[in-house]
């Protein structure tokens, strides 16, 4: 995790909060002069608009300079920008079964990266494991997470134990420097999982907690915005506990 400050000639396109892939680029001091840039959020590709390598040899990074654009300033035809890097941008990870060491680490991964500022967890089947991953995620950041009222099934008991287990592990998270808060859905109709942050959204086909242990897909969403009102709408109306 850090930040590059990176510059490339040509007025490129870039917003705050897209996320972009440098493949080539030059040092320069304390900069990089970047001749190949990749908008993954725009979908587009762009180069360098003067020939650098008559004066320097540019540099492929392999593998890319991935990270999430944090500032631009466009000065003199020239594009500069601040990068935070760290952020996970494969749209399609499949795990096989057995693979659970691998699922665990990405999603820590993902935890890990920007996030811009807030993490949203759908997940019935949230227990403590659950929860661990959150060490992973930066200090300061907003957290919410939404499970089932009723799990496990069936066990009223054991429900009502483990929602009070759930409250205090989120309880000892926040005191940790996190903003973590778990509510608890009665309705019994949530299933699908799935983690949403201010640069985007991805579908889980397991419990978060079981990815890797049986065949899954981690699917990053080209558009998470109605999922996100969805999720909202039932975050306002969960239990607390």
Same mark, same amino acid.
């Given at each position: ?19 972009? !892939? ?45 990270? !999430? ?10 594009? @500069? ?28 991964? /993902? ?22 991953? /959150? ?42 420097? !996190? ?9 019994? $109709? ?9 640069? @985007? ?7 978060? $907690? ?32």
């Amino acid at each position: 995790m850090g930040k590059v400050e990176a510059y490339i000639d040509g007025v490129v396109g870039l917003r705050r909060g897209d996320i972009i !892939r440098i493949r080539r680029g030059i040092i320069d001091g304390s900069f990089l002069h970047v001749t190949e840039i990749e908008n993954v959020t725009a979908g587009m590709t762009q180069q360098s608009q003067i020939d650098l390598w008559v004066f320097a040899l540019p540099e492929e990074f392999v593998p890319p300079i991935t990270g !999430r654009v944090e500032g631009v300033d466009v000065i003199d035809d020239r594009t @500069g920008f601040s990068l935070a890097t760290g952020v996970s941008t494969e749209d399609n990870r499949f795990f096989s079964a057995g693979s659970f060491e691998e699922g665990q680490n990405v999603l820590r991964r /993902l935890l890990e990266g920007e996030t811009g500022g807030y993490i949203k967890i759908l997940d019935p089947y949230t227990t403590k494991d659950t929860l661990d991953l /959150l060490t992973s995620v930066r200090k300061g950041t907003r957290v919410e997470v939404l499970c089932d009222a009723n799990f496990p099934r069936d066990n009223p008991a054991a429900a009502t134990a483990l929602r009070a287990a759930l409250v205090t592990k989120a309880r000892g998270l926040t005191e940790g420097g !996190r903003e973590v808060e778990v509510r608890f859905d009665a309705s019994g $109709k949530l299933h699908a999982r799935y983690i949403l942050t201010g640069i @985007g959204g991805w579908l889980v086909d397991a419990s978060l $907690k079981d990815l890797g242990k049986r065949d899954a897909n981690l699917s990053r969403l080209t558009d998470s915005s109605a999922l996100e009102g969805r999720f909202n709408e039932q975050w306002n109306v969960a239990r607390r506990e």
